[in-house]
């Protein structure tokens, strides 16, 4: 067990080297005049040359990375090209808007799934085909018009919600939940539709497994059957596409958070990328890279405990 | 974005595409799918031809015109320029800039993939470890950093997208190429001196063809929605039309002109939804042809429904004729419902009964409807199967039209089961002890500890060397002797009147099978159980029963004491099952054709 996270997060740690190299590299190639940006049109050729010497773009590629990587090992990520603000401090506040969204839609979406996706494998029929129909239409629109559709009806014609704004949890939690609510269904939704697919697929697979005829000739009722052995075998793949869907969640939140004008990481993730602030561009890259991680840790656990056979090791 | 792409069922090269077209042109929702995205195709291919302004024409006299207005069939947007105009441009760079990305993913997943599967070795592991770290990245992120380092190009932005796509098809055909590779046809093409090339275009990339066309129709749809979200956000090319651009631009004037959003999001949306639909009435269509070809199979082993002949039977001696009768069976009919209404019979109207204390031989080969008597008779039929017409009269209960009310009261205290095949009836997630201690809490209402002491006692009955220790075990941790023990326990731990046991020595070892029937024959006389023991095996009759049933084709042909069969086998059938054990010594041997019992 301990082993294994071990040999997990050192992988981990693998990964987001690999990652962070590879976004340092395309950035450095393609970065262009950032200082002359920086300064604006008005700046003297002097001034331009001493600030790209101040963020030491005159150096070579290798040392420049060096230099990144060597502060961000110490969780020194340096600061904004562009607003001067720490880059932990800036990716951190805003990593909580985006994940508290995230985590709420993975969450709504896990239990509506699970209780669409079951109740289409075991009754079947005319609910089967409702459920499946559904969730191809969830599949198949786009995250963002789903948001649009939701703040044209909800927000701007009903009035029940405001639709745009964000109230931190600290300030008010009625607040919080009513700034939250629409880009959370407006995430969930295609999560759940997803979600319901595999586990109906699951759950289907499961219910024609050997075992489940042997316990129910044993005198267990279908519905114990079907919720304690069942679901549990059905699990391992239907939290394996929630983990897939999750890392997708954290991308269509950046463009949710558009929508709906979250201060989250998909507006910074905007604004640095236009500017090309490389140093917040790199922790956006580094905070996204180091949820997959985790998030796929945490799966893989939850995995290991739900089937016995999935050795940690 | 690393959407999930939802698998995508295998077929055999055999299928040829037209049948596929053809069944797809059949699902309506196909039709209608494949109808809009020709529409759509069409716009794309000629739309800047029938636009009737300049896209780009912007004007301050026509902003936010309302549709209709000044020959403005659907209005202007924010900067006055032509709606429609704008909508069949866009359509052009838009479908266009989705395809450079289905492209870019196809090429590479599909040549990665077959080059990985086909080749294998390091070539194997570094394709799989770039898709995986391609996976690992959210998309929309590394397009968010390609547009910084690039501009706003959509055409480049969807070819970067279709880099991170491939794994998709990577992934696919990877998984259709290694198993293809082993087949006995591809090494028969490889002796027979085909170069790799031809093996590939012939073998292997007709197995992946449909599937990979599934995929594309959905990789399609995602790279439309991701290239519209970009747009959207402001980050595309602002120069040239899009869908996503307009619906920004509508997004703006959301409280002034909320139906500038109308028509991108209507060609976005209904666009995204066609083509899922299609990928959708795709695989359904290739998942039809393959349990269609299934279904044939099965078909051919279960025959057509026989006439049903007179039953030999043999007169019951004494001492088995005084028992009572447990269960009696008459006139059974399991049928399965089939999609297009019919009803396929597999047991065409059998009668049986089983005395209390007897062992009962239901014998007969694959297909012969053994199994499905015995599923019937436990309620326990697989979906879509049901007792069409007779009766199960079980100790005065009818259970052949009987609920699940019925049948909880019956089922585990009073007719057990023990499967044929050990390992896959255990669940692998729970412990041994949890399976065996979770139904003696519920059919007997035990204590846990009650039922733990006797789990354990159980075990130790059954033969198991280490009872704590297989109790503590999941299955994957014993042998498959042990798990038909446990199995075995577990059908008696509830003290049964009748247990049927299904084939249950077919898929142990030959020294185990002999043990195992010991134990069945010493627990049937020490539970005084009635047993109901479904065999292919003369064999095993002769050894363990009292009375036999020989089954053929879904119905009984012959009946009687083992005693009275072995001596006087009449129907044709029976002999020729006998003849299988007499001559050759080896039970399990060939049996002989159907065609001679005909008469």
């Given at each position: 067990?301990?082993?294994?996270?071990?040999?997990?997060?050192?992988?981990?740690?693998?990964?987001?080297?690999?990652?962070?190299?590879?976004?340092?590299?395309?950035?450095?190639?393609?970065?262009?005049?950032?200082?002359?940006?920086?300064?604006?049109?008005?700046?003297?050729?002097?001034?331009?040359?001493?600030?790209?010497?101040?963020?030491?773009?005159?150096?070579?590629?290798?040392?420049?990375?060096?230099?990144?990587?060597?502060?961000?090992?110490?969780?020194?990520?340096?600061?904004?090209?562009?607003?001067?603000?720490?880059?932990?401090?800036?990716?951190?506040?805003?990593?909580?808007?985006?994940?508290?969204?995230?985590?709420?839609?993975?969450?709504?979406?896990?239990?509506?799934?699970?209780?669409?996706?079951?109740?289409?494998?075991?009754?079947?029929?005319?609910?089967?085909?409702?459920?499946?129909?559904?969730?191809?239409?969830?599949?198949?629109?786009?995250?963002?018009?789903?948001?649009?559709?939701?703040?044209?009806?909800?927000?701007?014609?009903?009035?029940?919600?405001?639709?745009?704004?964000?109230?931190?949890?600290?300030?008010?939690?009625?607040?919080?939940?009513?700034?939250?609510?629409?880009?959370?269904?407006?995430?969930?939704i295609g999560a759940i539709a997803s979600v319901t697919q595999q586990v109906r697929g699951s759950v289907t697979d499961a219910l024609n497994r050997d075992y489940v005829r042997t316990l129910r000739s044993r005198g267990l009722g279908s519905n114990r059957?079907?919720?304690?052995?069942?679901?549990?075998?059905?699990?391992?793949?239907?939290?394996?596409?929630?983990?897939?869907?999750?890392?997708?969640?954290?991308?269509?939140?950046?463009?949710?958070?558009?929508?709906?004008?979250?201060?989250?990481?998909?507006?910074?993730?905007?604004?640095?990328?236009?500017?090309?602030?490389?140093?917040?561009?790199?922790?956006?890259?580094?905070?996204?890279?180091?949820?997959?991680?985790?998030?796929?840790?945490?799966?893989?656990?939850?995995?290991?405990?739900?089937?016995?056979?999935?050795?940690?090791? | 974005?690393?959407?999930?792409?939802?698998?995508?069922?295998?077929?055999?090269?055999?299928?040829?595409?037209?049948?596929?077209?053809?069944?797809?042109?059949?699902?309506?929702?196909?039709?209608?799918?494949?109808?809009?995205?020709?529409?759509?195709?069409?716009?794309?291919?000629?739309?800047?031809?029938?636009?009737?302004?300049?896209?780009?024409?912007?004007?301050?006299?026509?902003?936010?015109?309302?549709?209709?207005?000044?020959?403005?069939?659907?209005?202007?947007?924010?900067?006055?320029?032509?709606?429609?105009?704008?909508?069949?441009?866009?359509?052009?760079?838009?479908?266009?800039?989705?395809?450079?990305?289905?492209?870019?993913?196809?090429?590479?997943?599909?040549?990665?993939?077959?080059?990985?599967?086909?080749?294998?070795?390091?070539?194997?592991?570094?394709?799989?470890?770039?898709?995986?770290?391609?996976?690992?990245?959210?998309?929309?992120?590394?397009?968010?950093?390609?547009?910084?380092?690039?501009?706003?190009?959509?055409?480049?932005?969807?070819?970067?997208?279709?880099?991170?796509?491939?794994?998709?098809?990577?992934?696919?055909?990877?998984?259709?190429?290694?198993?293809?590779?082993?087949?006995?046809?591809?090494?028969?093409?490889?002796?027979?001196?085909?170069?790799?090339?031809?093996?590939?275009?012939?073998?292997?990339?007709?197995?992946?063809?449909?599937?990979?066309?599934?995929?594309?129709?959905?990789?399609?749809?995602?790279?439309?929605?991701?290239?519209?979200?970009?747009?959207?956000?402001?980050?595309?090319?602002?120069?040239?039309?899009?869908?996503?651009?307009?619906?920004?631009?509508?997004?703006?004037?959301?409280?002034?002109?909320?139906?500038?959003?109308?028509?991108?999001?209507?060609?976005?949306?209904?666009?995204?939804?066609?083509?899922?639909?299609?990928?959708?009435?795709?695989?359904?269509?290739?998942?039809?042809?393959?349990?269609?070809?299934?279904?044939?199979?099965?078909?051919?082993?279960?025959?057509?429904?026989?006439?049903?002949?007179?039953?030999?039977?043999?007169?019951?001696?004494?001492?088995?004729?005084?028992?009572?009768?447990?269960?009696?069976?008459?006139?059974?009919?399991?049928?399965?419902?089939?999609?297009?209404?019919?009803?396929?019979?597999?047991?065409?109207?059998?009668?049986?009964?089983?005395?209390?204390?007897?062992?009962?031989?239901?014998?007969?080969?694959?297909?012969?409807?053994?199994?499905?008597?015995?599923?019937?008779?436990?309620?326990?039929?697989?979906?879509?199967?049901?007792?069409?017409?007779?009766?199960?009269?079980?100790?005065?209960?009818?259970?052949?039209?009987?609920?699940?009310?019925?049948?909880?009261?019956?089922?585990?205290?009073?007719?057990?089961?023990?499967?044929?095949?050990?390992?896959?009836?255990?669940?692998?997630?729970?412990?041994?002890?949890?399976?065996?201690?979770?139904?003696?809490?519920?059919?007997?209402?035990?204590?846990?500890?009650?039922?733990?002491?006797?789990?354990?006692?159980?075990?130790?009955?059954?033969?198991?060397?280490?009872?704590?220790?297989?109790?503590?075990?999941?299955?994957?941790?014993?042998?498959?002797?042990?798990?038909?023990?446990?199995?075995?326990?577990?059908?008696?731990?509830?003290?049964?009147?009748?247990?049927?046991?299904?084939?249950?020595?077919?898929?142990?070892?030959?020294?185990?099978?002999?043990?195992?029937?010991?134990?069945?024959?010493?627990?049937?006389?020490?539970?005084?159980?009635?047993?109901?023991?479904?065999?292919?095996?003369?064999?095993?009759?002769?050894?363990?029963?009292?009375?036999v049933s020989v089954m053929q084709s879904g119905l009984i042909v012959e009946s009687g004491p083992v005693r009275s069969i072995f001596n006087h086998a009449e129907h044709p059938y029976t002999q020729s099952l006998l003849d299988a054990i007499l001559e050759?010594?080896?039970?399990?041997?060939?049996?002989?054709?159907?065609?001679?019992?005909?008469?």
């Amino acid at each position: 067990m301990l082993t294994f996270i071990v040999r997990r997060l050192l992988s981990g740690a693998v990964l987001l080297f690999v990652i962070t190299t590879v976004a340092y590299t395309l950035l450095y190639l393609g970065g262009g005049d950032i200082a002359r940006r920086i300064l604006g049109q008005n700046a003297t050729q002097e001034q331009v040359a001493a600030k790209a010497v101040e963020l030491g773009l005159d150096k070579p590629l290798l040392e420049q990375y060096g230099g990144w990587l060597s502060q961000a090992v110490t969780g020194d990520l340096g600061r904004s090209w562009f607003s001067g603000q720490l880059v932990t401090v800036g990716v951190s506040s805003r990593l909580s808007v985006t994940l508290s969204i995230v985590i709420g839609a993975v969450l709504i979406a896990a239990v509506v799934a699970v209780t669409l996706g079951v109740l289409a494998a075991v009754r079947g029929g005319v609910i089967d085909r409702i459920v499946q129909f559904i969730s191809v239409l969830g599949f198949a629109i786009p995250g963002f018009l789903i948001a649009l559709g939701l703040v044209l009806l909800f927000a701007i014609n009903l009035k029940l919600f405001k639709a745009t704004g964000y109230v931190p949890i600290t300030e008010s939690f009625a607040g919080w939940l009513a700034s939250v609510t629409l880009p959370v269904a407006a995430l969930a939704i295609g999560a759940i539709a997803s979600v319901t697919q595999q586990v109906r697929g699951s759950v289907t697979d499961a219910l024609n497994r050997d075992y489940v005829r042997t316990l129910r000739s044993r005198g267990l009722g279908s519905n114990r059957v079907v919720y304690k052995h069942v679901l549990r075998n059905a699990g391992g793949p239907a939290l394996a596409v929630l983990a897939v869907q999750f890392v997708g969640l954290v991308g269509g939140a950046v463009i949710v958070e558009q929508v709906f004008a979250l201060p989250g990481l998909g507006q910074l993730a905007v604004q640095s990328t236009t500017n090309g602030d490389i140093p917040n561009v790199m922790g956006l890259v580094l905070a996204t890279a180091v949820i997959v991680v985790v998030v796929n840790l945490l799966i893989d656990l939850a995995q290991a405990a739900l089937n016995p056979k999935v050795r940690l090791s | 974005m690393t959407e999930l792409v939802a698998p995508v069922p295998i077929v055999s090269p055999t299928r040829a595409k037209t049948s596929l077209m053809r069944r797809l042109v059949r699902n309506p929702v196909g039709l209608v799918a494949l109808f809009f995205l020709a529409l759509v195709a069409l716009v794309a291919v000629f739309g800047p031809l029938l636009a009737p302004a300049d896209p780009n024409a912007a004007s301050l006299q026509t902003i936010l015109l309302a549709p209709g207005e000044q020959g403005y069939v659907l209005g202007a947007d924010s900067a006055g320029r032509d709606v429609l105009s704008r909508l069949l441009s866009a359509t052009q760079i838009s479908i266009g800039a989705a395809l450079v990305a289905v492209v870019v993913a196809l090429a590479l997943g599909v040549t990665g993939g077959l080059l990985a599967g086909y080749y294998g070795k390091w070539f194997d592991s570094v394709s799989s470890w770039l898709t995986g770290l391609i996976m690992a990245l959210p998309g929309i992120v590394v397009l968010l950093a390609a547009r910084a380092v690039l501009g706003p190009s959509v055409w480049l932005s969807m070819a970067i997208f279709g880099v991170l796509m491939s794994p998709a098809f990577f992934r696919l055909v990877y998984a259709s190429v290694t198993a293809v590779r082993n087949e006995l046809y591809v090494d028969a093409a490889r002796v027979s001196g085909l170069r790799d090339g031809r093996i590939i275009s012939r073998h292997i990339l007709s197995v992946v063809r449909a599937p990979v066309i599934i995929q594309a129709a959905m990789i399609t749809g995602i790279a439309i929605a991701i290239q519209s979200g970009l747009e959207f956000l402001g980050l595309g090319d602002l120069s040239v039309p899009t869908w996503g651009g307009m619906l920004s631009d509508g997004f703006t004037k959301i409280y002034n002109a909320p139906v500038l959003m109308l028509w991108p999001s209507l060609a976005i949306g209904l666009t995204c939804i066609s083509l899922t639909l299609l990928a959708n009435a795709l695989r359904d269509a290739l998942e039809r042809s393959s349990t269609a070809k299934k279904r044939r199979r099965a078909g051919k082993v279960n025959g057509a429904p026989a006439e049903r002949a007179a039953v030999v039977g043999h007169a019951d001696d004494v001492r088995a004729a005084k028992g009572e009768v447990l269960l009696s069976v008459r006139d059974l009919h399991v049928g399965y419902d089939q999609p297009d209404g019919s009803v396929t019979q597999v047991v065409h109207g059998i009668d049986l009964d089983i005395r209390k204390g007897e062992v009962h031989g239901l014998i007969g080969e694959s297909g012969s409807g053994k199994t499905q008597t015995a599923f019937s008779v436990l309620g326990l039929l697989p979906a879509g199967g049901r007792v069409s017409k007779g009766t199960i009269d079980f100790g005065g209960l009818q259970l052949a039209d009987a609920g699940e009310n019925v049948y909880r009261k019956v089922r585990g205290k009073r007719i057990a089961y023990v499967p044929q095949e050990p390992m896959s009836n255990l669940d692998g997630a729970f412990t041994i002890g949890s399976q065996l201690v979770e139904p003696m809490r519920v059919v007997l209402g035990l204590s846990k500890q009650a039922a733990t002491e006797r789990a354990l006692a159980l075990l130790a009955r059954v033969g198991l060397p280490d009872p704590k220790k297989t109790f503590a075990s999941y299955p994957h941790e014993i042998s498959g002797g042990q798990a038909q023990r446990v199995l075995i326990a577990g059908a008696v731990s509830c003290d049964p009147e009748l247990l049927i046991a299904d084939e249950p020595t077919t898929a142990l070892d030959v020294t185990v099978q002999a043990e195992v029937l010991d134990l069945l024959r010493d627990l049937q006389a020490e539970f005084g159980m009635a047993m109901l023991l479904v065999t292919h095996n003369f064999g095993v009759v002769a050894d363990l029963c009292d009375r036999v049933s020989v089954m053929q084709s879904g119905l009984i042909v012959e009946s009687g004491p083992v005693r009275s069969i072995f001596n006087h086998a009449e129907h044709p059938y029976t002999q020729s099952l006998l003849d299988a054990i007499l001559e050759d010594g080896e039970p399990r041997g060939a049996l002989a054709p159907r065609k001679e019992v005909s008469a």
